[in-house]
């Protein structure tokens, strides 16, 4: 592959992770309310759940949930349900008052990979995105050391956007303003995810 193609494949995923969808509002609920460790902890977990997506369609699967629509359906049910289920949890906490940063992260940094992964896994879609980009990009001859380095490519370009996210939402001033309408805006972020959830059920 060539150094080119390696940047435009970059490029193309950069403007997929920008798009507002489930990630993002969990990554901007987390900044704001627990801090910039756990966002960066979700933000390497969407890394990893990305890759997990893009070595998915480098190994084929992008092509059988292509041609067998079952298995596509199952899969996005189960992860609009998780989604569904993340926007509950989000209005039923909503009322509770943002944890004072003297008593340390609410939420561990393994929990927060664990969550970024599971939220990005929760949506099979990038696994069909990344077999339509790979197409084009990556030769079907290329060697495992050149899919190895496309995969990277994937893992630090996602992580790297929702750290800037993290690290955006968890300065003093957006906690703050975030603090003041908690209750208001963890509702609002919870009926978006629930939408985004129920959006992505939907054929």
């Not at 627990?34 to 084929?60: K, Q, V, Y």
């Not at 939220?119 to 696994?127: C, E, F, G, H, Y």
């Not at 996210?165 to 919870?190: C, E, H, I, M, N």
């Amino acid at each position: 592959m060539t150094f080119a193609a390696y940047v435009t494949l970059a490029m193309i995923h950069l403007l997929a992770a920008i798009s507002p969808g489930p990630s993002f509002v969990l990554s901007v609920k987390t900044a704001a309310s627990e801090g910039f460790r756990p966002a960066f902890g979700l933000a390497l977990g969407f890394g990893i759940g990305a890759t997990i997506w893009a070595g998915a369609a480098l190994l084929g699967l992008s092509l059988v949930l292509e041609l067998v629509p079952p298995i596509f359906t199952a899969l996005k049910l189960i992860g609009a349900a998780f989604l569904v289920w993340l926007a509950i949890q989000m209005w039923r906490h909503a009322p509770e008052p943002m944890p004072k940063a003297e008593a340390g992260p609410p939420r561990g940094l393994v929990s927060a990979i664990r969550l970024g992964t599971l939220a990005m896994l929760a949506n099979p879609k990038p696994a069909i995105f990344f077999g339509a980009i790979f197409v084009g990009l990556v030769p079907a001859a290329a060697a495992w050391p050149e899919k190895a380095l496309v995969l990277f490519n994937i893992l630090w370009v996602e992580a790297a956007w929702y750290v800037v996210v993290a690290r955006a939402f968890s300065l003093p001033r957006a906690r703050a303003a975030y603090a003041r309408f908690k209750t208001w805006l963890d509702r609002s972020l919870g009926l978006a995810l629930g939408a985004l959830g129920l959006r992505l059920a939907l054929p």
